[in-house]
Structure formats: C-alpha cells, structure tokens
C-alpha cells in the first residue's frame, strides 16, 4: 500500500479517536472603548459599573458617551445605577436571558430629590429582580426626558420618582413588571404595550396604549387622569442587538404589528421578524467621517453607531429600503458647517434608531428630513420608524436650526422622540439657540407615540399632512419670549400655539396632550395652547384629553384649543385647565 494513503489512513483513524471539541465562541466585536461587554464572571465587575456612573451622574452637558452590554446569565447582587449618555442593554435574544438581582436605578440629579433634569439615560432587554432597590422589592426610575425604557422585565414593583421629588415625563414601551408601578410625582407618562399587576398614581397627563391592565379611571377626574386606547394600531418594535447560542452577535428587527395590546416577548415567545448578522452591520466609531459613513450605507451596510460625538460635515444619506441605523450609548451627531445630519430617501422599511442630534453653529435649515417633499409613494405596508430620536438646540454651546425634523414620506412611524431646544446650560437664550419649529409633518397617516417637543420659538409642531395620529403628546412652551410683541403671531395673537393643525387638513387625531407654561417675564401669555381648523369644515380633526398648566409665578395660557377651554393661570385663577374632548 502506498506511504501516503496509509498515512491518510491513520490520520482519519486519529481523528475519529480523539475528543469532540466545541467549536470557538466568535470573537467580540470591536465597539470601541465606550462599550462595555460584560458578564457575571467579568472581574471587578460591581466596580467597573460604579466607575462609569460616577463620570456620568454629574456629566449633564459633557462629552462622554456609555453603553453596558450585559451578556446572558445571572447577575447576582449587582447595582447598576444609570447616570447621563448612559445606556444598558441585555444581550439575550429573550429579556430573561439577563437577570440582574440587585438594582437597577436612576437617581435624582438636582436637590430635594429633583429628577426633573434626568435626561439622556435606557435600559432595555433584560429582567431585574429589585432586591437590592429602594425596599419592599422595588426599584426606583426616577426619570423624565429620552429616557427608553423598553423590552424590561421587573420582577418586583417599580416607582418613578424620587421620594417627594418632582420627575417629568418618561416612556415604557414592550415592558412587564410582575408587581406594582407606582407614578407618584411624576407630571406625565406614556405606557404603550406594556403590563403589570397594578399601576397606582396619577398627576397630569397618564396615557395607556394597548395595555391590558390600565388603571380605572378617566381624564380628567383629578387623580385618575388616564387616557387609555384598547389596542396600539400600527408599530414595530425597536430592533436590539443580541447574542445567539453560539456566541455571534445579530440584531434582531421585529416585524410590524398592527391592533396589538401587551408585551411582544411574553412566555417566551418568539415574535415574528428579520434578524441580521452583524456582519451585515458597518460598525461606526467617533471619528468616522459622514463620506466613509455614507460609501458603507451605499454599498448596502447596515450601521451600529457606537457611543461617542460624530462631527459631520455632509448629512447621513440613508437610501436603501430595508437599512437600519441603530445608535447605542447616545451617539451624538453635530455639524457646524450649516449640513443637515440626517435625510433619507422615500423608500420602505427604514429604521432609525436610538440616535442623538445636537445642532451646530450654524443653522442647516433642518436636523433631520424623512422623505422628499412633495413625494406622493406611500409606504403603507413597510413605513419608516425612528424609535428613540432626540434633539437639542443649545444646552452644550450655542446652536440654531429653522425646524430639527420634518417628515414628508406618508405612513412614517415615530416612536419616542424628545426634541428640545435648551433651556438651560450653555449656548441658551432667545438669541443665541434660536429655532422655529421641532416638528413639522407633511406627510400623510403619520403616526406618533410619545411625542415631546418643548421651548421653540413658534410652534412646537406644526402639522400639514392629513390622517395625522399622536398618542402623548407632552410640551413646555419656551420660558424665554422677552416681551409679548416680540412673541406674536402674524395674526395678532398673543404667542404661538404649542400644537397647530393646518387649515387643509381634515382628518387628524390626538389622545393626551398637556402643555404647559414656565414664563420667566412679566405680561407674556398665550392665548391658544392648540390651533386645529373648524371643526364645521373639518370635523375629521378630533383631540381627546388635553390639559394645559402654568408654573412658576407668572402670565397664562387663555384656551385650550382655538377659543373653547378655561384659562391656565398663574394668578387670579385656577393654575389647571381640562378639556375631555374637541370637538
């Protein structure tokens, strides 16, 4: 026989006696040094969580960016308190695959348990069993703007304020929590597909959305100021990276639902959608430049951006059906050479997600422009979603921007989305981070859940497209108009409205609106919180549940909407106005 085939021989024969090995675990992706891929045998873990709260707790304005990874297992006796541009994430395919028993909490930024200015901070996919939380097995999420809280399991009660602190406005979406939620304090929230055993708490502006456990009661008794809507009629759920069983990383796109109440995930249910390797992925870093970002987006990659500031100086061109952008950690998009961050062409299936856009020095006309203008292609079977879509004007340094997003492509889903123009911090003023409008909607049958949108200098939102559908809608008008003459609108009336339908719209829907004013000059006030067209000519536009209120010491909101409503005043009067329907 020859030499070689009895060498091949016992080379077979070896094989077939030695050990079966398992296949290597792939190797973890280069996120870059802001991700941090954890597990429960992660040395000096307890310690590597506390380091990251205790640069971003304090960092309201700063530059650092986190994202926590949590690999499947249990996590015994962990604290995870969650700070500023901090986002945790479970890596399981099924939120249960990550369990922290311990803590997972967000804490008050302010004095007198103030949480108020708890910006910027998630957690998504995975359970926590508050064991190690504020007693009683509850864990405390003391919150308010752009804050996602989705795909959660809360093997205990949770509370969402701080003590007696004020907070101001949070999101659950796709969330269980086996025991009590208790609002307390806070001003505003929504709950879409989410369950409980109980909710307890009411103040201004409560609104349920396909939950099967809403709380009794309706808007607007005092108390029981709840806005409930059986069924969520259209929504796809946020994609989220996760690990499969044999250690590769994917993200998983679930699929479009339509009349769903409850969480997509419960008894381990696989709900239906697309996964994709993140092989398919570019993964971005700072520092990456938009043309290497759009070259990867038009060969056909998908993008995983990864915490940090990307300065751009061409938009983001999102063209492809079917891409998905996806954000962790806060990534920050800025330009300052005049360039919108983001457009994206009139095509189907567009995610946007987990995104972050700070306007720069000089005024792009708009942030972020979903569709072409004028388009008439509808995307009925496979709209656009941005899920977790924030935007600041100010705050950092001074910025100015005409409006931060505008939608024109019909059928467009939003899901979460806070577009602020500062306040406070640095950059702030009347002057210095001017910006007209947050939102301005062209398109047709957009639907909105969750839609924050405060301190523009006309209106917050201006809607032109008709069958419009906005479930929450929460609104600070600006503190800062310096005189009334310098706030009024080319009609004469005394400041802009917070929410404006256009006179050519006909059909268009909102449920839970509170709007509110924080005026800091004397003899400012404004006369209509909402402008909708008569309702003898378009009787198609309908709202349900709004209230307005006016803090701090000084002027009024007159009506709720158009003429009809009591007045929100701050003197000589009630400082609260309802309005159960219009018309």
């Given at each position: 026989?020859?030499?070689?085939?009895?060498?091949?021989?016992?080379?077979?024969?070896?094989?077939?006696?030695?050990?079966?090995?398992?296949?290597?675990?792939?190797?973890?992706?280069?996120?870059?040094?802001?991700?941090?891929?954890?597990?429960?045998?992660?040395?000096?873990?307890?310690?590597?969580?506390?380091?990251?709260?205790?640069?971003?707790?304090?960092?309201?304005?700063?530059?650092?960016?986190?994202?926590?990874?949590?690999?499947?297992g249990?996590?015994?006796?962990?604290?995870?308190?969650?700070?500023?541009?901090?986002?945790?994430?479970?890596?399981?395919?099924?939120?249960?695959?990550?369990?922290?028993?311990?803590?997972?909490?967000?804490?008050?930024?302010l004095?007198?348990?103030?949480?108020?200015?708890?910006?910027?901070?998630?957690?998504?996919?995975?359970?926590?069993?508050?064991?190690?939380?504020?007693?009683?097995?509850?864990?405390?999420?003391?919150?308010?703007?752009?804050?996602?809280?989705?795909?959660?399991?809360?093997?205990?009660n949770?509370?969402?304020?701080?003590?007696?602190?004020?907070?101001?406005?949070?999101?659950?979406?796709?969330?269980?929590?086996?025991?009590?939620?208790?609002?307390?304090?806070q001003?505003?929230?929504?709950?879409?597909?989410?369950?409980?055993?109980?909710?307890?708490?009411?103040?201004?502006?409560?609104?349920?959305?396909?939950?099967?456990?809403?709380?009794?009661?309706?808007?607007?008794?005092?108390?029981?100021?709840?806005?409930?809507?059986?069924?969520?009629?259209?929504?796809?759920?946020?994609?989220?990276?996760?690990?499969?069983?044999d250690?590769?990383?994917?993200?998983?796109?679930?699929?479009?639902?339509?009349?769903?109440?409850?969480?997509?995930?419960?008894?381990?249910?696989?709900?239906?959608?697309?996964?994709?390797?993140?092989?398919?992925?570019?993964?971005?870093?700072?520092?990456?430049?938009?043309?290497?970002?759009?070259?990867?987006l038009?060969?056909?990659?998908?993008?995983?951006?990864?915490?940090?500031?990307?300065?751009?100086?061409?938009?983001?061109?999102?063209?492809?059906?079917?891409?998905?952008?996806?954000?962790?950690?806060?990534?920050?998009?800025?330009?300052?050479?005049?360039?919108?961050?983001?457009?994206?062409?009139?095509?189907?299936?567009l995610?946007?997600?987990?995104?972050?856009?700070?306007?720069?020095?000089?005024?792009?006309?708009?942030?972020?422009?979903?569709?072409r203008?004028?388009?008439?292609?509808?995307?009925?079977?496979?709209?656009?979603?941005?899920?977790?879509?924030?935007?600041?004007?100010?705050?950092?340094?001074?910025?100015?921007?005409?409006?931060?997003?505008?939608?024109?492509?019909?059928?467009?889903?939003?899901?979460?989305?806070?577009?602020?123009?500062?306040?406070?911090?640095?950059?702030?003023?009347?002057?210095?981070?001017?910006?007209?409008?947050?939102?301005?909607?062209?398109?047709?049958?957009?639907?909105?859940?969750?839609?924050?949108?405060?301190?523009?200098?006309?209106?917050?939102?201006?809607?032109?497209?008709?069958?419009?559908?906005?479930?929450?809608?929460?609104?600070?008008?600006?503190?800062?108009?310096?005189?009334?003459?310098?706030?009024?609108?080319?009609?004469?009336?005394?400041?802009?409205?917070s929410y404006?339908?256009?006179?050519?719209?006909?059909?268009?829907?909102?449920?839970?609106?509170?709007?509110?004013?924080?005026?800091?000059?004397?003899?400012?006030?404004?006369?209509?919180?909402?402008?909708?067209?008569?309702?003898?000519?378009?009787?198609?536009?309908?709202?349900?549940?709004?209230?307005?209120?006016?803090?701090?010491?000084?002027?009024?909101?007159?009506?709720?909407i158009?003429?009809?409503?009591?007045?929100?005043?701050c003197?000589?009067?009630?400082?609260?106005?309802?309005?159960k329907?219009?018309?």
């Amino acid at each position: 026989m020859p030499s070689k085939t009895i060498a091949a021989m016992l080379l077979s024969a070896s094989a077939l006696a030695a050990p079966l090995t398992s296949p290597a675990a792939p190797p973890t992706p280069d996120f870059g040094p802001n991700v941090h891929v954890l597990s429960p045998s992660t040395p000096g873990l307890q310690q590597r969580i506390l380091d990251i709260y205790e640069a971003q707790q304090p960092n309201h304005f700063g530059p650092r960016r986190d994202a926590i990874l949590l690999l499947p297992g249990t996590y015994e006796n962990l604290r995870i308190p969650v700070g500023f541009y901090t986002q945790v994430l479970g890596l399981g395919r099924q939120p249960d695959d990550v369990h922290v028993v311990g803590d997972l909490r967000a804490s008050a930024l302010l004095d007198n348990d103030n949480a108020t200015s708890n910006f910027w901070r998630g957690a998504e996919n995975f359970a926590v069993t508050p064991t190690l939380g504020i007693g009683d097995n509850t864990m405390q999420w003391a919150v308010s703007q752009a804050i996602p809280f989705r795909r959660m399991h809360v093997r205990g009660n949770m509370r969402l304020n701080q003590k007696n602190g004020w907070a101001s406005g949070g999101w659950f979406s796709d969330v269980l929590v086996d025991g009590q939620v208790n609002s307390a304090t806070q001003q505003q929230w929504l709950s879409r597909n989410s369950e409980w055993a109980s909710w307890t708490g009411s103040n201004w502006n409560m609104v349920f959305v396909g939950v099967p456990q809403a709380p009794a009661g309706e808007f607007p008794t005092p108390g029981q100021r709840f806005t409930k809507v059986d069924r969520t009629p259209l929504v796809r759920e946020k994609p989220y990276l996760f690990v499969d069983k044999d250690g590769a990383y994917a993200v998983r796109v679930p699929a479009l639902k339509r009349d769903s109440a409850g969480v997509s995930w419960a008894h381990g249910a696989a709900e239906p959608g697309r996964t994709l390797p993140l092989g398919r992925f570019f993964i971005a870093r700072p520092g990456d430049t938009a043309a290497r970002l759009n070259a990867q987006l038009a060969a056909g990659r998908h993008l995983l951006l990864t915490p940090g500031e990307y300065l751009l100086t061409q938009p983001l061109q999102v063209s492809r059906p079917g891409t998905v952008v996806l954000g962790i950690g806060f990534p920050t998009l800025r330009s300052d050479n005049g360039a919108p961050l983001v457009k994206t062409a009139d095509v189907d299936g567009l995610t946007l997600a987990g995104l972050f856009l700070d306007a720069g020095r000089q005024d792009a006309g708009v942030l972020m422009e979903v569709g072409r203008e004028g388009s008439k292609i509808r995307h009925r079977a496979d709209p656009t979603v941005l899920h977790d879509v924030f935007f600041r004007i100010g705050g950092v340094a001074a910025g100015r921007v005409h409006t931060a997003l505008r939608i024109h492509a019909h059928d467009t889903l939003v899901d979460h989305t806070w577009i602020w123009r500062a306040d406070h911090g640095d950059g702030v003023g009347w002057t210095s981070n001017p910006s007209v409008h947050g939102l301005v909607v062209d398109g047709e049958d957009v639907t909105i859940y969750g839609l924050f949108v405060e301190h523009f200098q006309q209106e917050q939102v201006v809607w032109r497209g008709n069958g419009g559908r906005v479930y929450f809608y929460q609104s600070e008008i600006p503190y800062d108009p310096p005189t009334q003459a310098e706030w009024t609108d080319a009609a004469g009336g005394r400041g802009f409205a917070s929410y404006k339908v256009a006179d050519t719209v006909t059909r268009h829907e909102a449920w839970g609106l509170g709007i509110y004013s924080v005026f800091l000059k004397p003899d400012v006030v404004l006369d209509r919180a909402i402008e909708a067209p008569d309702p003898k000519r378009a009787p198609g536009v309908r709202f349900h549940h709004m209230i307005t209120v006016c803090l701090v010491d000084k002027g009024s909101i007159e009506h709720i909407i158009n003429d009809t409503g009591d007045a929100a005043r701050c003197q000589g009067g009630s400082n609260t106005a309802t309005l159960k329907d219009y018309p």
